[in-house]
T-cell receptor
Framework: DAKTTQPTSMDCAEGRAANLPCNHS???????VYWYRQIHSQGPQYIIH???NNETNEMASLIITEDRKSSTLILPHATLRDTAVYYC???????????FGTGTRLTVIP | GAVVSQHPSWVICKSGTSVKIECRSL??????MFWYRQFPKQSLMLMAT?????????EQGVEKDKFLINHASLTLSTLTVTSAHPEDSSFYIC???????????FGQGTRLTVV
C-alpha cells in the first residue's frame, strides 16, 4: 500500500525552481524518504533521500518538515530534460524493496 | 552513482517462446536485485526480490514457474519469461543494491512485446 500522497501532475517554467510536494503522514521513526524520477521509457533514476535533516546534492534539495509528515523536492533550475514522473517513497532500514506509488508527472514548459 | 545495465533494451518474441533478460551491476556488487514490471501509464510493480545465491522471493500473484529468476553471481541476475503470451508484453525493469546501502539503482528497462 502506498504510504505517500503526491499531486498527479505539475507544470514548471524552464529555468524556474520546481517544488514537488509529498505527504507521508504515517511515516515511522526509522523510515527514510526517497525520491526517484522516471523519464519516459527509461528506468527510474535515484535523486536523493533523507531521514529528518534537509539534504542537498548536485541534482536537487530535499526539505523535510520537522514533524516528518511531509517533504518537498526542489529542482532549483528546471530544464526541459527534467520532465519526468517523480516518485516519493518511504522505506525503513529493514525493508527490502521500494514501493512505487503513482508519482507526480512534472512537465517543464519552455 | 552506480551503474546497472539491462540487456536487451527491447525484444519482440513469438507467443509460446521464452525470453531471457539480463541485469548486471557494472561497478558494484549487487547482493540484492529486484525485478519490476510496468504496464503503460501505470507505476512499477515489484515482481520478485533475489539475493545472490538464494532462491528469489516472489510477490503475491506472480507465477514463479513462469518468471524464472536466477541470481548466481554478485553482478548478474536474469529473468526468463517462459512460454510468453501477449499479456506478458510490458516494460521489465531491474534494480540492484549492495549490502548495507540505502539506495537502489535501476537498469534502463527492457520492453518486451509478445506477438
Amino acid at each position: 500500500d502506498a504510504k505517500t500522497t503526491q499531486p498527479t501532475s505539475m507544470d514548471c517554467a524552464e529555468g524556474r525552481a520546481a517544488n514537488l510536494p509529498c505527504n507521508h503522514s504515517t511515516i515511522s521513526g526509522n523510515e527514510y524518504v526517497y525520491w526517484y524520477r522516471q523519464i519516459h521509457s527509461q528506468g527510474p533514476q535515484y535523486i536523493i533521500h533523507g531521514l529528518k535533516n534537509n539534504e542537498t546534492n548536485e541534482m536537487a534539495s530535499l526539505i523535510i518538515t520537522e514533524d516528518r509528515k511531509s517533504s518537498t523536492l526542489i529542482l532549483p533550475h528546471a530544464t526541459l530534460r527534467d520532465t519526468a514522473v517523480y516518485y516519493c517513497i518511504v522505506r525503513g532500514t529493514g525493508a527490502n524493496n521500494l514501493f512505487f506509488g503513482t508519482g507526480t508527472r512534472l512537465t517543464v514548459i519552455p | 552513482g552506480a551503474v546497472v545495465s539491462q540487456h536487451p533494451s527491447w525484444v519482440i518474441c513469438k507467443s509460446g517462446t521464452s525470453v531471457k533478460i539480463e541485469c548486471r551491476s557494472l561497478d558494484f556488487q549487487a547482493t540484492t536485485m529486484f525485478w519490476y514490471r510496468q504496464f503503460p501509464k501505470q507505476s512499477l510493480m515489484l515482481m520478485a526480490t533475489s539475493n545472490e545465491g538464494s532462491k528469489a522471493t516472489y510477490e503475491q500473484g506472480v507465477e514463479k514457474d513462469k518468471f524464472l529468476i536466477n541470481h548466481a553471481s554478485l553482478t548478474l541476475s536474469t529473468l526468463t519469461v517462459t512460454s510468453a503470451h501477449p499479456e506478458d508484453s510490458s516494460f521489465y525493469i531491474c534494480s540492484a543494491r549492495t549490502q548495507g546501502a540505502t539506495e537502489a539503482f535501476f537498469g534502463q528497462g527492457t520492453r518486451l512485446t509478445v506477438v
